[in-house]
Every structure is written in C-alpha cells, then in structure tokens.
C-alpha cells in the first residue's frame, strides 16, 4: 500500500517479487495477500527479532581489521545492535514489556551470544574479507518480471569465483526439506546471474542454530529452471491479483500465523480486498448479450 499526499492509503499490485514472498505465495496464497496487498500487522516474535540481532552482530563484525575479529568481540556488539534495533522498531520493545525483573530478555540475549559463539566454529572470520555484506540486489529478467532480494555475504575469490553465504539462526532440516532452504539460495544466484552474468560457484547456508553448513554448487541448468519456477509463479500471482481469488492452504505451518483470526480455515473472514477485480471473459460476454440493444 501506498499512502498519497492527502494521507490516504491505498493498495497497489505486487510489483516484484522476493524470496521471502515467493515462500509465502507457495506456503499459503492467502498469507501472501495478507502481507502484500492487505499488508496486514504482525506481532514480533522473539525467534526472528533473535535472528535480525545476529545478523547486525556478524555484519558489524567485519568493520574491525582482521586480527580483531573474535568472539568476545562479536559478542561485545550485541546489546549496541540490540539498542540500534529497538530504535528503528520501536514495536520490538513489546516483546519483553511485561519482562519487569528483566529475566526473559537476558536469557533472549544469551541465546543471541551462543549463536554468534557457534559461527566461530563454522567460519574463521580472520580469513574472510566480504566483497558485500547485507546487499540488495535487484534484477528484471526478459519477461518484465522484476526479482529482488538482500544477500547477507558474497565472497569474491582472487580467481574472480562467486560466494553466496546466507546465515540462518535455526536449525539445518532434515535432507528431504532441504530443497526448499536452498531455493532461497538459488533465487539470489539467479539474480546475480542476470545482474552481473556470472554463476556463482558456490551457495552455503550456515545454520547457526545446529552448528551446520550446507553448500550447493549451481550450474546454469539450476538456474534456467529456477527462472521458469518463478515465472509460473508470477503468473499464478498476477491471476490471483487480478481475480481476488487467494485461497488458503492449510498446513502445520497455520498454528504460528498471525492472521487466524480472518482466514476462512479458522472461521474468519479477510478485509474487504482493496483492489479492482477483473471480470471473468465469460461473465463479459453474457452481459453483453444480455444488454439492451
């Protein structure tokens, strides 16, 4: 949604598409309704707030030289980040507003500490020299269709090889789900494929929550079949756009939601959809014969 000069708010269609909502369209199409074009509230939850902190932490981390990028120093960045973080979401302050003796959040942050203690024991950061960190990247491909996202590390080697690191704080799953960690993965691959016209040699995601590390070397086969995935996806999206037909999909997943309250499967109904619908060609053409001559 936008809000006008007069401060009016109103919906707009989806204009690209990101990981992130390119998950929540195949989890559930309603949920993706809900956070693009409703953009609903969500609460703040303790697990991902934990993860954005992490994520300053070791970024921030490369900014001291070399020699000075050890874990007490990581560690030492967490309660600044935390600061930082509730300064730019105020709302993350409700996370721990009825914490008055202050023991939730410091076992929170403790955990915060473990998981940066643990990427010590995955990667040596005196050896890594970032060419980016936390880099947005953009890219529309031939078809229009406009892909974004923000990669967490890219390392260059002095051979000119690609690196996409993305640090999850959860726990690596299982072989059989592993598909659906690494299409985040091949999404930003493809992106910097299109944006700079080189495959990335390799993909790694680092679980901080486990103590693992995946990798997973793309070939342009990869990537070609990953453009095609999006490109059915953005189909099903702009129809679903067009129509204001986002259906429901129930899964395990609907016990964590936010939006239970106004989804069909749990006996709510959504906001009024806020954007014109396209008439059905059949309906068109039956008022048409039906109209007055």
Not at 159 to 181: L, M, Q
Not at 186 to 199: C, D, E, I, P, S
């Amino acid at each position: 949604m936008e809000t006008s000069t007069d401060g009016v708010v109103t919906a707009v269609r989806p204009a690209s598409l990101s990981p992130s909502r390119a998950s929540d369209f195949m989890q559930c199409p309603l949920l993706y309704r809900f956070r693009v074009i409703d953009k609903l509230p969500e609460k703040p939850s303790e697990a991902a707030t934990r993860g954005t902190l992490v994520h300053a932490v070791l970024e921030r981390l490369f900014d001291a030289p070399a020699g000075e990028r050890t874990a007490p120093r990581a560690k030492s960045l967490i309660p600044g980040q935390w600061d930082r973080l509730r300064e730019a979401k105020p709302e993350l302050t409700e996370l721990f507003a009825d914490d008055e003796q202050g023991e939730r959040l410091a076992r929170w942050l403790a955990d915060a500490e473990k998981l940066v203690e643990r990427w010590f024991t995955l990667e040596d950061p005196t050896r890594l020299e970032p060419a980016e960190r936390e880099l947005f990247v953009q890219a529309e491909l031939d078809s229009g269709l406009k892909l974004r996202g923000i990669i967490d590390r890219v390392d260059v080697a002095p051979t000119g090889e690609v690196r996409i690191v993305d640090y999850k704080t959860g726990k690596a799953p299982r072989p059989e789900y592993s598909e659906g960690a690494l299409f985040q993965m091949k999404f930003y691959a493809l992106v910097v494929w299109r944006l700079k016209g080189v495959v990335p040699r390799r993909l790694q995601l680092v679980y901080l929550g486990s103590g693992d590390v995946i990798t997973y070397d793309p070939r342009t086969e990869d990537l070609e079949q990953v453009e095609r995935k999006l490109h059915a996806l953005w189909e099903a999206i702009t129809l679903a756009t067009e129509t204001g037909d986002w259906r429901p999909r129930p899964t395990k997943l609907c016990g964590w939601c936010d939006h239970q309250a106004v989804c069909p499967e749990f006996g709510g109904t959504p906001p009024p959809y806020p954007l014109a619908v396209r008439v059905p060609e059949s309906e068109e053409d039956t008022q048409g014969r039906m109209a007055p001559g």
